[in-house]
């Protein structure tokens, strides 16, 4: 079956919190009803997913905050992996990003997601030494 990108629509909630949860991308901190809600009121045109008919078979947030875009949230469906999905959800959002004038795009990969690692290295991106840092302002 054909698979469309096209904006979330918050009738695929459910089905993209799904997506997280059986890709392992959902941290007990982070609520992702909330980050859903959260991304719907900034930037909801850099919330994309794709479907499969009326199935959602991955997703990806995008941000761009004048200085540099971000991804977050890329998932594909584990029984369709291989197909390009996931491929398709970062050029959709780095062609997004560009219209925005965004001149450059980073992302946060857990260290022990070696697969994550490879498939952004084939898709160009470069890793490098830095250290995150961060602060939560609001519980989940």
Request: charged fraction near 25%; hydrophobic fraction near 40%; proline fraction near 4%.
């Amino acid at each position: 079956m054909t698979v469309d990108i096209r904006s979330f629509a918050v009738s695929d909630t459910d089905a993209v919190v799904s997506l997280w949860q059986e890709t392992g991308l959902t941290r007990p901190w982070n609520n992702p009803y909330q980050d859903i809600n959260r991304k719907l009121s900034v930037q909801p045109e850099l919330f994309l997913v794709a479907v499969a008919g009326e199935t959602v078979v991955g997703s990806v947030m995008a941000g761009y905050d004048g200085h540099r875009g971000w991804l977050y949230y890329l998932a594909s469906d584990p029984a369709r992996r291989g197909e390009g999905i996931g491929r398709r959800l970062v050029e959709a959002a780095e062609e997004r990003l560009l219209a925005m004038g965004c001149p450059k795009v980073q992302l946060m990969v857990r260290p022990e997601n070696n697969v994550a690692q490879g498939f952004y290295d084939a898709l160009g991106y470069d890793t490098f030494e830095t250290w995150a840092t961060g602060k939560r302002l609001i519980a989940d």
